[in-house]
């Protein structure tokens, strides 16, 4: 899908419905989200755990890696009934760019401690966190962080190769509040 992801998704925004997003192959897991907004290119989504049935990360993906995707009106599908009943909404609006991915990731590290970047063409089972470092046309490159709060090397990588962006959740940001926590300790020692 190259056009905007859904003909509707003005009265979906307005809504506030759940879509279900399939990007088989590149995730065999199906994304679950309340889009925020989309153009022609790119869908920001407050993405909705359901398993926990939370809202969680914000979530950026190209609108051509979709395959199919469902929109839950029904008010008496079990999970709209999970929204209505535990008063879930979508998480607000980040002041972020989907205009192209430089934009997305330009903004996304000016609002936001951590960017998460998934390559699914590159490789579909792992993700990259991290602070960006420097942006260029064609490439950024990330001071990254595992999953213990420690800080690795810096890394490069395409904007060709994304495919989805995600940042704001609370596992990314868990990693942001400790690793700056251990920054104010070490910064008292010295």
Do not use: H
Not at 16 to 32: A, S
Not at 77 to 106: D, G, M, Q
Not at 109 to 115: C, D, G, Q, R
Not at 150 to 155: L, V
């Amino acid at each position: 899908m190259s056009k905007k992801i859904l003909s509707d998704a003005d009265e979906i925004i307005k809504r506030k419905l759940l879509v279900e997003f399939i990007r088989k192959p590149l995730d065999k897991f199906k994304l679950f989200g309340f889009i925020l907004t989309s153009n022609d290119e790119f869908t920001l989504i407050s993405e909705f755990d359901r398993d926990l049935f939370i809202t969680d990360s914000y979530c950026v993906f190209r609108n051509d890696s979709v395959q199919k995707y469902a929109v839950y009106n029904n008010v008496n599908y079990f999970l709209n009934e999970v929204i209505a009943l535990k008063k879930i909404k979508p998480k607000p609006a980040p002041n972020v760019s989907i205009e192209n991915w430089t934009e997305v990731v330009r903004s996304v590290a000016e609002n936001f401690p951590l960017i998460v970047i998934e390559r699914e063409n590159v490789d579909n089972k792992a993700c990259n966190i991290g602070k960006l470092k420097k942006i260029s046309k064609k490439s950024f490159t990330l001071s990254e962080i595992d999953g213990n709060a420690e800080w690795e090397d810096s890394y490069s990588y395409n904007f060709a190769d994304l495919t989805k962006v995600r940042f704001g959740g609370e596992y990314e940001n868990t990693l942001a509040l400790v690793a700056e926590n251990r920054d104010k300790l070490n910064k008292k020692k010295s």
